[in-house]
């Protein structure tokens, strides 16, 4: 199932009108987004960092990044941000200030990628 940022940004309000009750005010979703990119940070330093899980604990990298986009969403939502033409507009800002400069940086020429993504599509 394929989900536009407008689908998402319509689904979440739905969710927040009907099962929420109301948006968070705005800076309690920054807190909320801050303590979900903390958990977020957690589970990427214990499965790819030299950090381990505790005893008992576990957590799943997709969930923790679901929770950080749906209080990113939400932000979004209550302030009138159409997060489809916000991101096309930063790629383009990020395509013209950085057209030469990634390509020219000797310190990302040396590193092989690491994503397993990158891997997958060898």
């Known amino acids: 199932m394929s989900l536009t940022l ?6 979440v309000d739905a969710w927040i009108r009907s099962i929420g009750v109301r948006y968070f005010s705005e800076l309690t979703n ?5 303590e979900e990119v903390g ?3 957690r589970v990427v330093s214990r499965t790819y960092g030299e950090q381990s899980f505790k005893p008992g604990e576990s957590a799943e990298l997709s ?4 929770d ?3 209080v990113l969403i939400c932000l979004a939502n209550q302030t ?3 997060l489809t033409d916000a991101l096309r507009r930063n790629l383009d800002k990020k ?3 950085d057209a030469l400069r990634h390509r020219n940086n000797p310190k990302l020429a040396a590193e092989t ?3 397993p993504r990158d891997s997958a599509e060898r």
């Open 6 to 11: 407008a689908e998402a940004q319509s689904q």
């Open 30 to 34: 920054l807190a909320q987004l801050v």
């Open 39 to 41: 958990e977020l940070a």
């Open 63 to 66: 969930d923790e990044l679901a």
């Open 68 to 70: 950080v986009l749906f």
């Open 80 to 82: 009138g941000v159409d």
């Open 95 to 97: 395509t013209q200030r």
């Open 113 to 115: 990628p690491k994503s």
